[in-house]
């Protein structure tokens, strides 16, 4: 869904009651990690620059053409599970990091604790 220039885009990061700071994407590439990459903050530490010939950066999914390229991301993350529900609940906007599937928070704060009971 898009809100005022932004997507607001759900993720289930975890299973257990873990914090979002220690949240891995299931995988580093697809939909979700292009999604976080070219519309998520921009990120907090460059790049180191050693004078090499860059790679080509792999095409994004087909269906983020779809978004204009100047939109953000917020991202809804929550920790849930079939028998205990939801556990955690936060929003903010994160950066995935290159060399793996960690984000990088740099805002997030909780929604209101109302948690529904499943998932």
Same mark, same amino acid.
């Given at each position: 869904m898009i809100v005022s220039d932004h997507v607001i885009y759900p993720i289930r990061y975890a299973k257990t009651d873990a914090p979002v700071t220690a949240a891995p994407l299931r995988r580093a590439s697809g939909l979700r990690a292009d999604l976080i990459r070219r519309h998520g903050p921009e990120p907090m530490q460059g790049e180191l620059d050693l004078g090499l010939d860059e790679l080509e950066e792999q095409d994004a999914h087909r269906d983020l053409g779809q978004l204009p390229p100047e939109v953000g991301? @917020?991202? @809804?993350?929550?920790?849930?599970?079939?028998?205990?529900? @939801?556990?955690?609940?936060?929003?903010?906007?994160?950066?995935?990091?290159r060399e793996d599937r960690y984000?990088?928070?740099?805002?997030?704060?909780?929604? #209101?604790? #109302?948690y529904g009971s499943g998932c």
């Amino acid at each position: 869904m898009i809100v005022s220039d932004h997507v607001i885009y759900p993720i289930r990061y975890a299973k257990t009651d873990a914090p979002v700071t220690a949240a891995p994407l299931r995988r580093a590439s697809g939909l979700r990690a292009d999604l976080i990459r070219r519309h998520g903050p921009e990120p907090m530490q460059g790049e180191l620059d050693l004078g090499l010939d860059e790679l080509e950066e792999q095409d994004a999914h087909r269906d983020l053409g779809q978004l204009p390229p100047e939109v953000g991301l @917020v991202l @809804v993350a929550y920790a849930c599970s079939m028998d205990r529900g @939801v556990m955690r609940l936060e929003w903010g906007a994160a950066e995935l990091r290159r060399e793996d599937r960690y984000l990088i928070w740099h805002h997030h704060e909780p929604l #209101a604790s #109302a948690y529904g009971s499943g998932c």
